[in-house]
């Protein structure tokens, strides 16, 4: 599956170019994993998309950790190499001490799942729309 999102997100690039692709990765990326989770492995369409949206924000620590030290550093490469350890270490962390917890969160009520699920969305729209250039404006660059 994921060669298949790979796939997916090469086309787009070789098509539309580097900076619409990035506008797209909510699209092509971040939906199709919400509709796997709902359809595949036959799970709520909230706590799919609640799970897609937590796992993104589990994610934005290891980036943080690689940018400082790419910052501090002066370097993209050592931006990559901090961040990929740090994805692992997260992980390891999140696994034992959150999963469990969230998990149990979401599964106990829809409002509850909605709740949580709360921070993410509204940091993953911020991160959004002040990460890509012009956020919303999906189209803007091929007009």
């Known amino acids: 599956m994921g060669a298949a999102f790979l796939i997916v997100q090469t086309v787009c690039w070789r098509l539309l170019g580097i900076e619409v692709t990035s506008k797209l990765y909510p699209v092509i990326i971040h939906l199709p994993v919400a509709v796997l989770f709902a359809l595949v492995f036959k799970r709520p369409w909230h706590i799919s998309i609640v799970s897609v949206l937590c796992g993104y924000l589990c994610?934005?620590?290891?980036?943080?950790?690689?940018?400082?030290?790419?910052?501090?550093?002066?370097?993209?490469?050592?931006?990559?190499?901090?961040?990929?350890?740090?994805?692992?270490?997260?992980?390891?962390?999140?696994?034992?001490?959150?999963?469990?917890?969230?998990?149990?969160?979401?599964?106990?009520?829809?409002?509850?799942?909605?709740?949580?699920?709360?921070?993410?969305?509204?940091?993953?729209?911020?991160?959004?729309?002040?990460?890509?250039?012009?956020?919303?404006?999906?189209?803007?660059?091929?007009?």
């Open 59 to 143: 994610c934005q620590a290891p980036r943080w950790f690689g940018f400082l030290f790419g910052a501090a550093l002066k370097s993209d490469l050592a931006d990559h190499l901090f961040y990929i350890p740090a994805t692992f270490a997260f992980y390891i962390l999140l696994k034992k001490f959150a999963a469990g917890s969230v998990r149990q969160l979401m599964e106990k009520s829809v409002k509850s799942c909605l709740l949580l699920g709360g921070v993410p969305l509204f940091y993953y729209l911020f991160d959004y729309q002040f990460s890509v250039k012009d956020g919303w404006f999906i189209f803007q660059a091929t007009t």
